[in-house]
T-cell receptor, first 111, second 114 residues
Framework: QQQVRQSPQSLTVWEGETAILNCSYE??????FPWYQQFPGEGPALLIS???VSDKKEDGRFTIFFNKREKKLSLHITDSQPGDSATYFC??????????WGSGTKLIIKP | DPKIIQKPKYLVAVTGSEKILICEQY?????MYWYRQSAKKPLEFMFS???????DNQTASSRFQPQSSKKNHLDLQITALKPDDSATYFC?????????????FGPGTRLLVL
């Protein structure tokens, strides 16, 4: 049972465009949503996170938009750079110790 | 200096053999994890330990056994290796093991089973 879903599986955008990565979840008790970024040959690293009490979290060119009613969130990367090419994982956790991971979106930024 | 050390970086094994993947973290964390990543499954959670006790096991096979000899060590023993076990194995750690803790990942061990 896949509790956290990501789409698209892969995404290609041109440099300077905005990349939009989507994530949805099923468990209404989830209240914390981190996004991890993974470059080839490396382990994932926390990029940005949001709690369910907020509907938006911004960090430079990276913004999370959160819709609690629809159980959806998205990561927007504005002014995409080739260095942003990576795989992005959405994850979710609730009141326990588990972090549930999505299947990732592979992002390619074309110069 | 690397904060999470995984050894070896690359590992080639024959089917049916046994290998141990080493993980040490120097972040002062109390929780450690193992993940597996392959072309079939992008990032698959395997185990989590907190204060050297097993918290969660999502691995169906008993061929995978974590071993925690010290608070900052969590090794992974894999027995009766199969070609399907070929993957990159990541160790991670976090402060206490709660879902909201940031997890820090090691560089991974790339295992190839022939």
């Amino acid at each position: 049972q896949q509790q956290v879903r990501q789409s698209p599986q892969s995404l290609t955008v041109w440099e300077g465009e905005t990349a939009i990565l989507n994530c949805s979840y099923e468990d209404s008790t989830f209240n914390y949503f981190p996004w991890y970024q993974q470059f080839p040959g490396e382990g994932p690293a926390l990029l940005i996170s949001i709690r369910s009490v907020s509907d938006k979290k911004e960090d430079g060119r990276f913004t999370i938009f959160f819709n609690k009613r629809e159980k959806k969130l998205s990561l927007h990367i504005t002014d995409s750079q080739p260095g942003d090419s990576a795989t992005y994982f959405c994850a979710a956790s609730g009141s326990n110790y588990q972090l549930i991971w999505g299947s990732g979106t592979k992002l390619i930024i074309k110069p | 200096d690397p904060k999470i050390i995984q050894k070896p970086k690359y590992l080639v094994a024959v089917t049916g053999s046994e290998k141990i993947l080493i993980c040490e973290q120097y972040l002062g964390h109390n929780a450690m994890y193992w993940y597996r990543q392959s072309a079939k499954k992008p990032l698959e959670f395997m185990f989590s330990y907190s204060y050297q006790k097993l918290m969660d096991n999502q691995t169906a096979s008993s061929r995978f056994q974590p071993q925690s000899s010290k608070k900052n060590h969590l090794d992974l023993q894999i027995t009766a290796l199969k070609p399907d076990d070929s993957a990159t194995y990541f160790c991670a750690s976090s402060q206490e093991g709660w879902g909201e803790d940031t997890q820090y990942f090691g560089p991974g061990t790339r295992l190839l089973v022939l």
